[in-house]
């Protein structure tokens, strides 16, 4: 009996790197969202533009849209093969994020149209009420 005892091949190139953040639903928390996120891509050897503007938007959402007192949100971070993918889950299942177009002299209300410019894809998923996380991916050209 001849077997091939050659170890099976790794289909991944490279590892998969995550990292998984509980925030504060605050602004303080949004905005260490951010900081945090951009220096994990550091510390990846990942660049940080534009996924550090994706997750700013979508952890200000979390903490203006979906927030409910006494709640955190959740920034996760991970790449598999030439992809990062970005989720931002809160406590509002039942407020789904919709893209708006703002009058021209609006402060705000631009944050979905700037993910869906920057991210190759986006959605939203329904958690276990009272849950649902955004999330976005940029691909290769954009992950280093």
Partial sequence: MNQDMRAPENHLARPVRNVSLQLSSTPRGARLARLLATEQLRTWGLPAHP????????????????????????????????????EVTDTRGDRLPCPQHSADDAESGRGLLLVEALADRWGVVPGPPPLKTVWAEVGSGQTG
Avoid: C, K
């Fill in 51 to 86: 996924a550090e503007l994706i997750v700013g938007e979508l952890a200000a959402n979390a903490v203006t849209h979906g927030r409910v007192s006494g709640r955190d949100f959740r920034l996760l971070l991970y790449v598999v093969g030439d992809t990062l993918r970005i």
